[in-house]
């Protein structure tokens, strides 16, 4: 399978870590902001990141190939089927891709992705714009990670893989874990960090970061 974008974004890395639970690989392949490769625009007609070529099967957007590769691929289970559990899995999902990521890559795109990838001046207002909604997140977060355990039910899903995602993303530009601040979000992202699934994409994504941006990469 080739999946399209950099581990930097945290919609491929939320997709590279639900691969690597399933026990599955991947090849990595070219896409993302500035890419206009054919190929690329083929599997992704927005060119957004990411999207998939699985034997020939295309798809783009990280939860849409999240639920083909369940529905592919159901060991272990990442989306609950209780209903109150998969609503929550759901909210927690959307949550992470729509509300956190849209304050969270206003920072990140307005700071690093356009100046350094994209030829576009820093935009200083739209990154304080993001930095300014990041709080009333921050603390939504800590008022519902659990002291042990996952987002939702017992097991490890979609939901923390989603929201765990965006935090890692959010390193890179000053807003990792915050122990001191939110002690419960610092201790359940560790958590997550921990399954060996996300260590395996930790080490792509640390070597990657060497190479496209290096003095971020230890951040
Ligand atoms: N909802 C989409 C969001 C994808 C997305 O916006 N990805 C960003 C990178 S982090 C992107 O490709 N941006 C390029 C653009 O919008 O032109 C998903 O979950 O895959």
Not at 12 to 41: C, H, N, Q, S, W
Not at 61 to 70: F, G, N, Q, T, W
Request: aromatic letters at 10%; one cysteine or more.
């Amino acid at each position: 399978m080739k999946l399209y974008g950099a581990l930097l974004s945290p919609f491929v890395r939320k997709v590279a870590v639900v691969l690597a639970e399933k026990g599955l690989d991947y090849t990595p392949a070219r896409g993302g902001p500035g890419v206009t490769d054919a190929e690329f625009l083929a599997v992704s007609p927005f060119a957004k990141i990411p999207a998939i070529d699985d034997d020939g099967f295309t798809l783009a957007d990280s939860s849409a190939i999240v639920h083909y590769l369940e529905a592919k691929y159901p060991s272990p289970p990442l989306i609950p089927t209780d209903p109150q559990a998969l609503g929550h899995a759901v909210w927690f999902d959307e949550f992470g891709d729509t509300i956190f990521a849209a304050s969270g890559l206003k920072i990140l795109f307005n700071r690093v992705v356009g100046p350094r990838f994209l030829g576009l001046p820093v935009n200083e207002a739209l990154a304080l714009e993001g930095e300014a909604e990041l709080p009333r997140i921050f603390a939504y977060i800590e008022s519902v990670v659990p002291d042990d355990g996952w987002l939702v039910g017992e097991a490890f899903t979609i939901a923390d893989i989603t929201v765990a995602s965006m935090l890692c993303t959010l390193r890179y530009v000053g807003y990792g874990s915050n122990a001191s601040a939110y002690p419960k979000t610092a201790a359940w992202h560790a958590r997550a960090l921990a399954r060996p699934s996300w260590q395996l994409v930790q080490e792509k994504e640390a070597a990657l970061m060497q190479r496209i941006l290096p003095d971020l990469a230890n951040a």
